[in-house]
């Protein structure tokens, strides 16, 4: 079959399925499978697909017809301008979680930081710092091995494994250094609002990564108070948090001792990030 028709028919399919980036899909699935950018198959569209790549590629489209994100079908996701390698114990890295990357660089370029990443994941936090503070070196915690083994392939990818360093563990039994900067992305989505999750997210995501309990202020509360333990004073705390929660975390971070120092906005004119100096 020639490439444009079998993007179109995998378009199609995807369409009647409700998936709303259904070309952009297609597109980034059938690139993947032959190893090519996607401005191969805008230039070549006219070259024939053996059966063997059809075949690929059609299990592929079934998966995601099921909303299974395109990012697990492909194993990668790209983050900070460097593709970075997950699977279902790991959350998709999203486009808003760069703010914090943005700000951070600029506080400390050319500073040479010990860094922790609470809940971890995939590294892409941690490992997309280190990529641009090369002075730095940092550690990244998870409750998931399967996180953690994700995360220390992504430091030997981007060849920085030789300052990162990875520990299964619980933030309540981490005792380990003093840092001058810690960033977390922790679970913030109210326990009520889980159910009201894309099937995209509810069905493949790692829900341990996305539930915030009650208020969605569980794990955050305990990133805020450990790390009054784990920063040096002066240092920076950097939390990713959901809508609407920023006056609670604020009043949090006053009653520990924190002075606000940024508040990112996210796309949609949510506060998406607070950053905090330890007084």
Known sequence: MILENT????????????????????????????????????????IHITKKIIKKFNHAINRRKNN?????????????????????????PRPETELIIYKLINFFKNKSLNILDIGTGSGCI?????????????TGIDI???????????SKNLKILNRSKFRVTDINKFYCGKYDLIVSNPPYI??????????????????????GGLDGLDVIKKV???????????????????????????????ENGYRVKSKEFDYMKNVRCIISTKM
Do not use: C, M
């Not at 997950?86 to 959350?91: D, G």
């Open 7 to 46: 993007i179109q028919n995998a378009s199609q399919i995807l369409k009647k399925n409700n998936i709303v980036t259904h070309q952009l899909d297609a597109e980034i699935i059938l690139s993947h499978i032959l190893n090519v950018k996607r401005e191969f198959l805008i230039t070549n569209n006219d």
């Open 190 to 211: 109210l326990l009520k609002d889980l159910k009201n999750l894309s099937k995209d997210i509810s069905n493949y995501e790692p829900i341990i990564a996305l539930n």
């Open 224 to 254: 805020i108070f450990k790390s009054k333990k784990l920063l040096k004073t002066g240092g920076l705390l950097a939390i990713e948090i959901g809508n609407n929660q920023h006056k609670k975390v604020l009043y949090l971070l006053n």
């Open 68 to 92: 299974e994100p395109v990012a697990y079908i492909t194993g990668q996701k790209e983050f900070w301008s460097q593709n970075f390698s997950i699977n279902k114990s790991t959350l998709v």
């Open 126 to 138: 941690l490992l997309s710092l280190l990529k641009e503070l090369k002075l730095s070196r940092g």
């Open 144 to 154: 998931s091995k399967k996180a953690i083994e994700v995360a220390i392939t992504n």
